[in-house]
């Protein structure tokens, strides 16, 4: 072929692009994925960076060898191969691991547990995992969409059952660990001793094992490597679950594609991201296996039917004028911590007694001012995880009817029996934060139940065009915030 119609372009930074044009793209792009992993995608072009870490090297050794590899890539190379990728390659390839990965030890015996402590899986969530089996099949990975409160962990769990394979979760948070580990002992036929968590207190790698993002970029300085992401990488594993997967942090893509993996499920209820970068968590992971409707998981009862309010606040004279001559980012600010917001508070909180209630911030200040004055514990992420469990336990089992809670309860965090949200303040116009705040609210222990979910807005300020961006992906799904004017609100009609 000549070297004007071969498809590879290769920079010196590791970077490769591949015309889609090529008529053997296909199989040229399996091969590439033994030393490179995809990015990003158009039209004409596919974009790969190149990865020689020793876990996926393993893979590429067993193939070719560094200079077999160097001359296929030569030869399908428009332009000769920078001689820093050459070098690169045949680093890799030297501190290459000599002894094979362990295959994962499939039939690992875990079933779903069919005692009164869990109900079968639901029809959408058979379907769920009916469909990703079959996709994994072909694509070797897929994600599942589902409404917040639908039920991913037990999908999860679902197709674990169905591999009985090692498998590894990655989860967004430490709580959510511990709602894996908990889900996993209590629904499932697994036993204690297979079922481990890597976390900053307790590092056990057992076959099915629960880490956080977090855990598999740290290191101590930026020349280390990543000993939690090693450590991981020494297991075969049949399985990575990536639970709130639009939460992937940018630097995780590169890693994770390292961990060595039969299948990759990608669990999540927004796929958005503010950076834009959802396309390459398809790339990593796999495409969209199966999703369903928010308001049809309302209509046949598996998540509360949500009443959202927006509730326009005025701020009192003297903010106003600070409003007025700050600059944008002090007004956002300002006008999300409007002290006027105290009283709608307490109005709400008169109006739900007897109803379990969360009340959401991103300011500490104001968040610690609420829980002052109106005498509630405070949960965010300067509290011990132990502690923070410990005031979620109490919540769920009602002996303390409000909390109020940080972006540490954004997401992820199971409190089945909360049936009320107040957003104080959120991160600038995050439709993904907005979504998975009216998440907390929308589960339920029993079919049917209504939730309130109100979101505190400072009239006339850039909190009201923040409050409409915040809506846009809740919007898509069906949902309608009604305008209230609080103070003709709180004078008669407001129920
Ligand atoms: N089939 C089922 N039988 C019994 N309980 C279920 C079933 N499916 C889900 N649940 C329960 O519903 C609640 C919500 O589940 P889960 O936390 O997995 O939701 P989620 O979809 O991950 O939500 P989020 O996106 O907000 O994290 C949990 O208490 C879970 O135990």
Redesign the pocket.
């Known amino acids: 072929m000549n070297q004007e119609q071969r498809p590879f372009i290769i920079h010196s930074d590791g970077t490769i692009f591949v015309e889609r044009r090529h008529p053997d793209i296909v199989h040229l792009c399996r091969e590439l994925r033994a030393l490179a992993y995809q990015v990003k995608e158009t039209e004409q072009l596919l974009m790969f960076r190149l990865s020689i870490d020793p876990a996926r090297v393993r893979h590429a050794v067993e193939e070719r060898t560094a200079e077999a590899w160097i001359h296929w890539l030569r030869q399908h190379s428009k332009l000769p191969v920078p001689s820093q990728i050459a070098q690169r390659i045949k680093e890799g390839f030297a501190s290459a691991p000599s002894q094979p990965l362990p295959e994962p030890k499939e039939f690992l015996d875990i079933n779903l547990e069919s005692s009164s402590r869990?109900?079968?899986?639901?029809d959408y969530?058979r379907q769920a995992v009916e469909s990703y089996l079959g996709l994994a099949r072909q694509a070797g990975g897929g994600i599942i969409l589902?409404p917040?409160?639908?039920?991913?962990?037990?999908v999860g769990l679902g197709v674990m059952a169905k591999l009985q394979t090692e498998t590894l979760i990655l989860a967004p948070n430490a709580t959510s660990v511990k709602?894996w580990e908990r889900?996993l002992l209590n629904k499932t036929t697994l036993r204690a001793t297979e079922v481990g968590t890597y976390t900053a207190d307790r590092k056990q790698i057992r076959p099915v094992t629960v880490t956080t993002y977090q855990m598999l970029t740290h290191r101590d300085t930026q020349e280390d490597t990543y000993p939690h992401l090693q450590a991981l990488c020494q297991r075969n594993w049949g399985l990575v679950i990536y639970d709130?997967v639009h939460m992937l942090p940018a630097p995780v893509f590169r890693l994770t594609a390292e961990l060595h993996a039969a299948r990759r499920l990608g669990?999540t209820?927004t796929l958005i991201r503010e950076d834009g970068k959802q396309n390459e968590v398809f790339s990593l992971i796999g495409p969209l296996a199966y999703q369903c409707s928010w308001k049809d998981l309302e209509r046949q009862g598996w998540i509360r039917e949500a009443v959202c309010r927006e509730m326009r606040i005025p701020m009192p004279s003297d903010a106003e004028r600070a409003y007025r001559i700050a600059d944008k980012k002090q007004q956002v600010r300002i006008a999300a911590e409007n002290p006027a917001k105290l009283e709608a508070i307490a109005h709400l909180l008169a109006l739900h007694e007897g109803e379990q209630i969360l009340i959401i911030g991103h300011y500490l200040r104001q968040l610690e001012e609420i829980a002052r004055r109106f005498g509630f514990p405070l949960i965010t992420g300067r509290m011990p995880q132990a502690l923070r469990e410990e005031w979620y336990e109490k919540f769920r089992s009602r002996e303390i009817p409000v909390l109020v809670v940080s972006k540490v309860a954004n997401?992820?965090v199971?409190l089945?029996s909360a049936s009320v949200g107040i957003q104080v303040s959120g991160t600038y116009g995050s439709r993904q934060e907005e979504a998975?705040r009216l998440?907390?609210v929308l589960?339920s222990s029993s079919p049917g139940g209504k939730a309130y979910f109100y979101q505190l807005v400072t009239e006339n300020t850039v909190e009201e065009e923040y409050a409409w961006r915040r809506q846009c992906f809740l919007a898509e799904q069906g949902y309608r915030y009604e305008l209230v004017e609080l103070e003709g609100w709180m004078n008669g009609t407001g129920a």
């Open positions: 869990f109900a079968e899986l639901r969530q589902l917040c409160g639908a039920g991913k962990t037990v709602q889900e709130e669990l209820a997401l992820a199971d089945p998975q998440g907390r589960r």
